[in-house]
């Protein structure tokens, strides 16, 4: 041994030269999630829960069709601006189509069940 590093292993005479097992290291911290763009860090996009959130509103609770019709506003609008990441823009939209239409059947259900309980009292009630 020569002069080399002592804890890189030497190769014996008459083998070539092997290439490092591993690519080289490169300084700095990366993101694990969203992408750099062009004014920097762009926020990962919510598509995906957000379309879960708005079929859960119509199993379970029509609070998460509202959360889920709100934050799509938000998120398309940030997607328009640059800020987030455009990948789930679809899955956005969809959600925000599904609240929606979840809204408006839900809304015209209740307008009948006002209409019946209307109806009925009008009528004198059950007897």
């Not at 190769?11 to 290439?19: A, L, R």
């Not at 004014?39 to 959360?67: D, E, H, Q, T």
């Not at 938000?74 to 328009?80: A, L, P, V």
């Not at 823009?89 to 307008?111: D, E, N, Y």
Request: charged letters at 10%; glycine letters at 16%; a positive charge.
């Amino acid at each position: 041994m020569s002069g080399g590093n002592p804890y890189q292993p030497q190769q014996p005479q008459g083998y070539p030269q092997q290439p490092n097992a591993y690519p080289p290291q490169q300084g700095g911290y990366q993101q694990p999630y969203g992408q750099q763009g062009p004014g920097g860090y762009m926020k990962p996009n919510r598509g995906s829960m957000l379309l879960v959130f708005s079929i859960l509103s119509w199993f379970v609770c029509v609070g998460f069709g509202i959360a889920a019709y709100i934050m799509a506003g938000k998120d398309i609008e940030e997607m328009q601006r640059g800020q987030m990441d455009p990948t789930g823009l679809g899955l956005t939209k969809a959600a925000r189509t599904i609240s929606l239409v979840h809204f408006i059947f839900f809304g015209v259900i209740m307008m009948l069940y006002v209409v019946l309980f209307v109806f009925i009292g009008a009528s004198g009630g059950f007897k």
